[in-house]
């Protein structure tokens, strides 16, 4: 499967949207998950994440979704230390941030119409204002016949699709992608990953977890490669 | 917030008048446990408030016929008769301000009132006292110290009983039999929040998962309270209208079943004591969200 690249994207950003120094993470009194990660997202880079299973990838998007707070070292989010953000912080923070689940961890009791609306809503959207926009995302997944099924009956890819349009759908800084084509076919994987690049060109920073180093080989972006929780390489 | 048209434009979905699903599921096993247990309790409550209501206006009542009577008991003179003392007093008191009238209790009715107690065999040989019924105004009633200073000034010997230790009696029990309300109400109102609570410690659990995707996807806590709140308010209503309904159904009853009196004396329920149940679903819908609302910012912030 080949990205679709673009020149703007590779571009060199001005300025940093993720910076971790020295961090560390671990859950409770469990060895360390990661270890000295030093890494830096400019804005609107593309990078992809490879490692294998229990390298870390998922504690270091936890990391960068805000999900978990790293045990030592620094981080910061579009220029704010994460150990220093407040309560009322945060949710303005994770606003910023479109995260695909590898799990998809749709809302099992909304359509996929108000699964994929459910950032818009949060941040305060109307569903007469959003309605127009989250149709035609969804129309744009493939998903314009199933905007009122349930989760539960949603094929693997159909969930896919629709996590990724939840996450791209209130058009993110930063999207966050773990395994986002991993149950789709070839020719929704590069129609996806084409959405990525769209919303990369846009001004988005992506980053996107994999098992194919194939895949992000061939994309001709930046590739991370975490080993036993530690970045081995960036590329 | 827009989204730049990607590639489709398509106005037939513009005001699809689509109404976003609720953020919590709606069908909740707990929800109907909870909805049943808190009826139960908002009935308990309410038939604490009409019982206290009626339970009041009986006490009321008992003093309102305390304070209106006197009784006094004439002592002869060695010079006049029994009957002669118990008649000049009763025309003393009869003229006296806030006495409305005074009469000579006769022997056959002071037997009647005592026959049930000492039985009819010696009423005969017993020497019972004169005593002198005085009903007092009810605007401004007579006293007891007015009534002796009259009895004295027209040189009788009596004794006035204004029933103030009875009334006493009464009115504590009235107070007594309303605090016992006030800590009925207190302790339903108290068990439907700590309901409430687990409930809502239950829900959190329950839908950490849904919690989760609405914190990451950038709700705040107060908006994630906020559906919490407005999920256990309705219930908590929902189950204080059941349960003033039944409340309301039962008093009602029996108050049919109990005619004038309304139940029994000592519970003379009225028909206005079930406007007393009107205000519990709003309280109820009230204290159902304060709970869930306070237990889950606590609980977010412990998740945090």
């Given amino acids: ?235 | 917030m827009r989204i730049p048209r990607l590639s489709l434009d398509l106005p037939w979905m513009r005001g699809s008048g689509r109404r976003p699903g609720p953020l919590l599921p709606l069908e909740d096993a707990r929800s109907a446990a909870l909805i049943f247990v808190m009826a139960a309790l908002a009935f308990l409550a309410c038939m604490a408030a009409m019982g206290a209501s009626a339970g009041g206006r009986a006490a009321e009542g008992w003093a309102r016929d305390l304070r209106g009577e006197a009784t006094v008991q004439v002592r002869p003179r060695a010079d006049e008769t029994p009957a002669a003392a118990a008649a000049r007093a009763a025309e003393t008191l009869g003229g006296v301000p806030g006495v409305e009238e005074a009469a000579v209790l006769e022997r056959e009715r002071a037997e009647a009132l005592l026959r049930p107690w000492l039985g009819e065999a010696i009423l005969e040989d017993l020497p019972i006292p004169q005593l002198v019924t005085v009903r007092l105004t009810e605007a401004a009633p007579a006293d007891a110290r007015a009534l002796n200073r009259a009895l004295a000034e027209a040189g009788l010997d009596a004794v006035v009983d204004d029933h103030g230790r009875w009334l006493a009696d009464v009115e504590r029990a009235a107070r007594v039999a309303g605090l016992i309300a006030l800590m009925v109400f207190l302790l339903t109102a108290a068990a439907a929040g700590a309901a409430v609570v687990f409930a809502t410690r239950a829900g959190l659990e329950a839908r950490r998962d849904v919690i989760e995707i609405l914190s990451l996807s950038g709700a705040t806590d107060r908006t994630v309270a906020g559906v919490f709140q407005r999920r256990f308010a309705l219930a908590a209503g929902l189950a204080g209208l059941y349960g003033a309904v039944a409340a309301a159904g039962v008093a009602a009853l029996m108050r049919l079943a109990g005619g004038s009196d309304g139940f029994t004396p000592a519970l003379p329920l009225a028909w206005s004591d079930l406007l007393l149940v009107s205000p519990c679903p709003l309280v109820a819908a009230s204290l159902g969200a304060v709970a869930a609302r306070w237990t889950t910012l606590r609980l977010l912030k412990g998740m945090a």
């Fill in chain 1, 1 to 235: 499967m080949s990205i679709p690249n673009d020149p703007l994207a590779t571009s060199r950003p001005e300025t940093a949207v993720v910076q971790l120094e020295g961090v560390g993470l671990r859950y409770g009194d469990a060895p360390e998950v990661l270890r000295d990660i030093d890494l830096t997202l400019p804005k609107g880079s593309f990078h992809f994440l490879t490692g294998a299973s229990g390298a870390g990838k998922s504690s270091l998007l936890k990391l960068l979704y805000l999900a978990a707070r790293p045990t030592r070292g620094t981080a910061r989010l579009f220029g704010r230390t994460v150990s220093a953000l407040g309560s009322q912080d945060l949710p303005l923070m994770r606003r910023r941030i479109g995260v695909v689940f590898q799990e998809f961890r749709l809302l099992d009791h909304l359509t996929a119409f108000d699964n994929a609306a459910l950032p818009l809503r949060i941040a305060g959207g109307r569903a007469r204002d959003y309605a127009a926009d989250v149709a035609e995302l969804l129309t744009w997944v493939g998903l314009r016949d199933r905007m009122d099924a349930y989760p539960p009956t949603l094929s693997g890819g159909e969930k896919q699709r629709l996590a990724i349009a939840r996450a791209v759908m209130a058009r993110p800084e930063l999207i966050i992608a773990d395994e986002p084509t991993g149950s789709v076919d070839q020719d929704m994987a590069v129609r996806l990953m084409r959405l990525f690049v769209e919303l990369n060109r846009l001004g988005a920073t992506v980053v996107i977890a994999t098992h194919d180093n194939a895949l992000a080989r061939q994309s001709g972006r930046p590739v991370l490669r975490l080993d036993r929780g530690r970045l081995m390489r960036e590329a």
